[in-house]
């Protein structure tokens, strides 16, 4: 069996979807406000932002004396504050494609406010090649010739070993198992580099950890971009959650995300 490194494809940026968002049951609202003799209205629409600000106020029970500025001024003085555990109960559902299996790695060490659904390398045929480059190696021609190599012959590997494992079982009679067996072990020769798809759900404050971690200059390459993208989605889902964040340009021409509202 040949394999022909040119049909290889390279991956260098993350893709982030928004998948999903909450929605409020305004009629409850409404019932929870009544029974407690006070009106409350907000000028938000996004359904997180909501939430977050009926959380705050039900800590002090402050829905009849409101300060002016909406819910911006309200949530701003909870980042000032570091009221930080309101912000759990504003959640999203993101999914992430191109990034490889070394982000993942690092991605899932974020538990507390996280959950996650991925790509199963053992159900899952990996035969298509994708992998994710890292931009230094990218940037230059002879490491990259490399990487591409080693891609390539550990490609190779992993379709021989496939062929060869389906029929050491082949007296199994149930396929979708057979093609598990086989598949859960070739797949050890894959690389790090590997491209996969991983389904998130989170809440702002967890959110807010990873990009402050994540997006950090220190952080690296790959999963800062990634933070960085989840950045740009939040801070045009729910500007008033997550609107203090700015880009600073870094020399490898990546961004950095930094916040003067650190560990809210």
């Known amino acids: 069996m040949t394999f022909d490194p040119s049909t290889i494809r390279v991956i260098r940026e993350p893709t982030v979807y928004l998948m999903g968002r909450q929605e409020t049951n305004a009629a409850e609202v409404d019932r929870f406000l009544a029974d407690h003799g006070v009106a409350w209205q907000t000028d938000t629409e996004v359904a ?3 939430l977050v600000e009926v959380a705050g106020r039900v800590c002090y029970m402050s829905f009849a004396k409101p300060r002016p500025g909406g819910n911006h001024a309200y949530v701003g003085h909870i980042l000032e504050v570091g009221h930080g555990s309101v912000l759990e109960h504003a959640v999203w559902n993101l999914l ?3 990034v490889s299996r070394s982000l993942t790695h690092e991605l899932i060490r ?3 406010g996280f959950g996650y659904s991925q790509l199963s390398q053992r159900y899952v045929d990996e035969s298509v090649a994708e992998y994710v480059e890292p931009d230094a190696i990218a940037a230059n ?3 990259h010739r490399i990487w591409l190599d080693a891609m390539a012959h550990g490609h ?3 379709l021989k070993l496939t062929e060869k ?5 082949k007296d199994e009679p149930d396929r979708t198992l057979r093609r598990k067996l086989a598949r859960q ?5 894959l690389p790090n580099a590997t491209e996969t798809k991983i389904f998130v759900t989170a809440n702002a404050r967890a959110l807010r950890h990873f990009i402050e971690l994540r997006g950090s200059r220190h952080a690296e390459t790959e999963i800062r971009k990634l933070a960085v993208g989840v950045l740009k ?3 045009a889902e729910a500007p008033n959650l997550f609107r203090d964040y700015a880009l600073v340009p870094l020399p490898d021409g990546t961004f950095e995300a930094s916040t003067p509202h650190r560990k809210v």
């Open 48 to 50: 997180g932002e909501q």
């Open 96 to 98: 992430f494609t191109g």
């Open 110 to 112: 974020h538990r507390a």
């Open 141 to 143: 021609p002879e490491l």
């Open 156 to 158: 190779q590997a992993y």
């Open 165 to 169: 494992l389906l029929e050491t079982f």
């Open 185 to 189: 072990a070739a797949r050890s020769v």
């Open 233 to 235: 989605i939040m801070q």
